[in-house]
């Protein structure tokens, strides 16, 4: 069982970022658990790391278009590996990584049918 109250939003995007898929599942069933209502504040978090990952890819500096972008120095390093995950370390299998990040997307945004 799990303790809503050991979750944060700020950890989901940290489980997320650093691809720990069954923690930001985790911790997405327990933040909806504990509040109903948390479906914008999920969308919202995902929203958030696709849209500055998938700048920040295509930027020439993509560090310091984080950073001029309100990423928290301490995340810069996970944006910057998630964003080469795909590329560099998954290779041949980044479709079967972004599936799962689906997954989180889908599930993040009310569709319980995976749980």
């Not at 898929?21 to 948390?38: G, N, P, Q, V």
């Not at 310091?64 to 810069?76: A, C, E, P, T």
Request: hydrophobic share 40%; glycine share 4%.
């Amino acid at each position: 069982m799990i303790n809503s109250a050991e979750f944060s939003p700020f950890e989901l995007e940290d489980a997320i970022l650093q691809g720990k898929t069954r923690k930001a599942l985790e911790i997405i069933k327990s933040l909806r658990k504990a509040d109903s209502y948390s479906g914008p504040l999920l969308i919202w978090i995902m929203a958030k790391i696709t849209n500055l990952a998938s700048i920040a890819s295509k930027n020439k500096n993509p560090q310091m278009y984080l950073k001029n972008n309100g990423v928290w120095q301490s995340k810069i390093n996970d944006y910057l590996s998630f964003i080469k995950i795909p590329k560099e370390i998954l290779g041949p299998n980044a479709k079967e990584y972004l599936s799962k990040f689906k997954v989180v997307q889908i599930i993040a945004c009310g569709t319980s049918s995976y749980m």
